[in-house]
């Protein structure tokens, strides 16, 4: 049983999740592999006191990443969900403000 708490993750905070959520209103997560849509916005609104108008989801694949100084070792990234959250027109999540 997963509770709300337990559906996000993380932010996601990078040059393009810093556009969407400056020019666009949308927010990016990492959420839990069982959340469903419902789920997250569910989350969304209660932990943060916002609007949320669209949710959409993406499962990330697994990455592997060889290391330069020793070709022969490849190191493999997990799998993940990711959540783009859209918020109402003038919502702002106020965890976010500030974040460089």
């Known amino acids: 049983m ?3 708490y337990d ?3 993380r ?3 990078t040059e393009k999740s810093r556009y969407q ?3 666009l209103g949308q927010y990016t997560f990492e959420v839990a592999a069982d959340a469903t849509k ?3 916005k ?3 609104e209660t932990l943060f006191d916002v609007t949320v108008e669209k949710v959409r989801v993406m499962n990330m694949p ?3 990443k060889m290391q330069w100084q020793n070709r022969r070792l490849v190191i493999r990234r997990p799998a993940y969900k990711k ?5 109402a027109p003038g919502e702002v999540i106020e965890a976010f403000e500030g974040v460089k």
């Open 7 to 9: 559906v996000l993750r």
């Open 62 to 64: 697994p990455k592997r």
């Open 38 to 40: 419902p789920m997250i």
């Open 42 to 44: 569910e989350a969304v």
């Open 11 to 13: 932010p996601i905070i």
């Open 2 to 4: 997963t509770t709300i």
């Open 21 to 23: 959520h400056t020019k």
């Open 83 to 87: 959540a783009v959250v859209t918020l």
